[in-house]
T-cell receptor, first 113, second 117 residues
Framework: RKEVEQDPGPFNVPEGATVAFNCTYSNSASQSFFWYRQDCRKEPKLLMSVYSSGNEDGRFTAQLNRASQYISLLIRDSKLSDSATYLCVVRGLNNNAGNMLTFGGGTRLMVKP | EPEVTQTPSHQVTQMGQEVILRCVPISNHLYFYWYRQILGQKVEFLVSFYNNEISEKSEIFDDQFSVERPDGSNFTLKIRSTKLEDSAMYFC???????????????FGPGTRLTVL
């Protein structure tokens, strides 16, 4: 089983649509969870951290289900500028408390006019 | 806004040559990292560095790789004898020490694209 698994997509949606991405991770002892955004040939940039109680930042909502080892990202009212690859990222995946980040393969989103 | 910088942006080298990739982390950060991303694949952790020593490393980070913080600002990744499969984008990142919050962001540089011929 992959350590962090995502549907690679692409998700092709019209502007204004709501789209949801899911991610599963393999180690129940994982400590912190994030969604990063990566534009083509650019560095990953933090979109939002994912808190146990779920959290929202504008049009973006992240949820964590520790029991199911499942993380989600919901994007409402999609903009053309949301087109990117969304990376599910887990910290502390191994059996130590280190800082290494483990990345999923990413889900590609294409928002069309 | 402070940012991580990396040089060069693109490095082309012959197989078997040594390369040094350079990074300037954000000035008040104490943890430093190297990740790589082979074209079309996921971002992979290589190594983390704290207090002038390696704190974690992955299986990818074998004896061909080394890291150094030669002065107060630069953080380097050296590949002693490059192989074709080392061709990738190499990202440097930095972060502050963990505080009470577990959500400690790692800030990534723009990357160095390494091409091994």
């Amino acid at each position: 089983r992959k350590e962090v698994e995502q549907d690679p997509g692409p998700f092709n949606v019209p502007e204004g649509a709501t789209v949801a991405f899911n991610c599963t991770y393999s180690n129940s002892a994982s400590q912190s969870f994030f969604w990063y955004r990566q534009d083509c040939r650019k560095e990953p940039k933090l979109l939002m951290s994912v808190y146990s109680s779920g959290n929202e930042d504008g049009r973006f909502t992240a949820q964590l289900n520790r029991a199911s080892q499942y993380i989600s990202l919901l994007i409402r009212d999609s903009k053309l500028s949301d087109s990117a690859t969304y990376l599910c990222v887990v910290r502390g995946l191994n059996n130590n408390a280190g800082n290494m980040l483990t990345f999923g393969g990413g889900t590609r989103l294409m928002v069309k006019p | 806004e402070p940012e991580v910088t990396q040089t060069p942006s693109h490095q082309v080298t012959q197989m078997g040559q040594e390369v040094i990739l350079r990074c300037v982390p954000i000035s008040n950060h104490l943890y430093f990292y190297w990740y790589r991303q082979i074209l079309g694949q996921k971002v992979e952790f290589l190594v983390s560095f704290y207090n002038n020593e390696i704190s974690e490393k992955s299986e990818i980070f074998d004896d061909q790789f080394s890291v150094e913080r030669p002065d107060g600002s630069n953080f380097t990744l050296k590949i002693r004898s490059t192989k074709l499969e080392d061709s990738a984008m190499y990202f440097c990142a930095s972060s502050r020490p963990l505080d009470r919050s577990s959500y400690n962001e790692q800030f990534f540089g723009p990357g160095t694209r390494l091409t091994v011929l």
